[in-house]
């Protein structure tokens, strides 16, 4: 009697459970990284975000394989994890996570339940929960890609990718074909600083994906701390060219034209930047940085009294507005943001300070 159970359980998953994983399983969409927001300052308008996004999203993550162990009971439990796969199918990850966890507490020691409950937390963005129920579905034996790579997302969003660098690694020895495998993995390895590996698995990526925007976005940055600067600017430029509304790029290829004293073409970016996100103080206070150094100081005082109004409390900001009112001759203004800055950054108001009163500052041309 209990084989006949079993078998018809087995049945079940094979007729219900693996079509609709098939039939279901999410389209990829973009996983990348955490933005690591700097500002420029007048004297070195080199910083941007280096990157920016949400790894976690449910879209970017593979549903779990039906190829784990599945679970041992019958009655309830096939009920409430079959329950549970068309909530997680359904976007509804928290009633999924409500009718797993029925399925764990019948069967224990079932890796694909932990599988499906690590997608359906990942899915809230509940990163140490996936974690624990993604391992703990290691450690009762399953196999899949999928178990992998969406652990190794996990780890990342933890911050921790020394312990993701093995678990993606696995992935890709796993599924080698799979193009956001290889580009999680690059992230793992910029994030521990070796970007060297790095920058092997951005092109890996490329070298499954041409169209992987991302990862020329990622080389990208390498490329640019590197001091490879136009290396960087052709492959920011072909992130833009697959993803013409990736803000960040734009960006990102201002300050690396910035940089390399294009103004006028990082000028054209930063407004790019800004029409995309208008929200956005760096990109308001890098385009400043860039009218004051062609001699546009109206205009550079425009940029950057936006963008303090959009983040009152960014140091450098003050810094370059109070530079800009010294170049138009407007002291009293400049001492007023010399008041801010000293609640603010103490040294930064000391070296404004210094340019106020002993007048060191930049030649002003009108």
């Not at 549903?63 to 509804?92: C, K, T």
Request: hydrophobic share 40%; with cysteine; aromatic share 10%.
């Amino acid at each position: 009697m209990k084989f006949i159970v079993q078998t018809c359980f087995v049945l079940f998953l094979i007729v219900i459970v693996v079509p609709t994983l098939l039939a279901q399983t999410a389209p990829e969409k973009d996983p990348h990284r955490v933005a690591s927001l700097r500002v420029a300052i007048l004297s070195a308008p080199k910083t941007d975000s280096k990157s920016a996004g949400d790894l976690a999203n449910p879209a970017a993550n593979v549903n779990p394989s039906a190829n784990e162990d599945q679970p041992g009971a019958v009655g309830s439990a096939q009920n409430s994890f079959r329950a549970g796969v068309a909530s997680v199918n359904a976007g509804h990850y928290k009633d999924a996570i409500a009718s797993l966890e029925v399925t764990r507490q019948l069967t224990p020691n079932s890796s694909v339940v932990y599988t499906w409950l690590g997608y359906a937390y990942l899915g809230l963005n509940e990163y140490e929960n996936s974690v624990k129920t993604y391992e703990r579905a290691v450690s009762l034996g399953a196999t899949s890609f999928a178990t992998r790579r969406n652990l190794g997302i996990g780890y990342i969003r933890l911050k921790k990718p020394e312990q993701a660098i093995p678990t993606l690694q696995e992935a890709t020895r796993l599924e080698p074909q799979d193009a956001v495998s290889h580009y999680l993995l690059a992230v793992a390895y910029d994030d521990a600083g070796q970007l060297n590996d790095a920058a092997d698995y951005y092109l890996r990526t490329l070298a499954l994906d041409r169209n992987h925007y991302r990862s020329y976005f990622g080389l990208a940055t390498i490329y640019r701390d590197q001091s490879r600067t136009e290396d960087a600017i052709g492959l920011f430029k072909e992130a833009i060219r697959l993803k013409p509304d990736f803000g960040v790029a734009y960006l990102a290829l201002a300050n690396a034209l910035s940089s390399n004293g294009n103004y006028k073409d990082a000028i054209h970016n930063y407004d790019s930047a800004i029409k995309l996100n208008p929200q956005n103080p760096f990109a308001r206070n890098n385009l400043g940085v860039a009218y004051l150094q062609i001699g546009k100081n109206k205009e550079g005082l425009a940029a950057f009294k936006f963008a303090v109004t959009l983040n009152p409390s960014i140091g450098e900001i003050h810094v370059n507005l109070a530079r800009a009112y010294l170049r138009l001759q407007n002291k009293d203004a400049a001492l007023a943001e010399y008041a801010a800055l000293k609640t603010i950054d103490s040294a930064l108001a000391n070296v404004i300070h210094d340019e106020i009163f002993h007048e060191r500052i930049l030649k002003v041309r009108d």
